[in-house]
Nanobody
Framework: QVQLVESGGGLVQPGGSLRLSCAASGNIISINTMGWYRQVPGKERELVATITSGGSTNYADSVKGRFTISRDNAKKTVYLQMNSLTPEDTAVYYC??????????????WGQGTQVTVSS
């Protein structure tokens, strides 16, 4: 059974920073792209950033220059460093991983989400 467990969310003041982590565990033989998405009530989940197994990254325009995604393949962990946070970054942040559990099976997995609140 595959699990993605996020940590690092919380309350931060505008202009502050947070670092999210997401560790994958279970019967995993390889992980392709990992990423972070976020969702606010009443809106669709949106992409924040993704990173391939080779380290290529992609960011939403709204977070470019402020957020940095990285990963540790040995630890099966993806990180999101968030700087210069604004109230518009307030959301539930979800970790995503495209992975293989065998040569013939795999798929898209999601974490349970972690709340990030930016407020003074």
């Amino acid at each position: 059974q595959v699990q993605l467990v996020e940590s690092g969310g919380g309350l931060v003041q505008p202009g502050g920073s947070l670092r999210l982590s997401c560790a994958a565990s279970g019967n995993i033989i390889s992980i392709n792209t990992m990423g972070w998405y976020r969702q606010v009530p009443g809106k669709e989940r949106e992409l924040v950033a993704t990173i391939t197994s080779g380290g290529s990254t992609n960011y939403a325009d709204s977070v470019k220059g402020r957020f940095t995604i990285s990963r540790d393949n040995a630890k099966k962990t993806v990180y999101l460093q968030m700087n210069s946070l604004t109230p518009e970054d307030t959301a539930v942040y979800y970790c995503n991983a495209d992975l293989r559990t065998s040569p013939w099976s795999g798929g898209d997995y999601w974490g349970q989400g972690t709340q990030v609140t930016v407020s003074s």
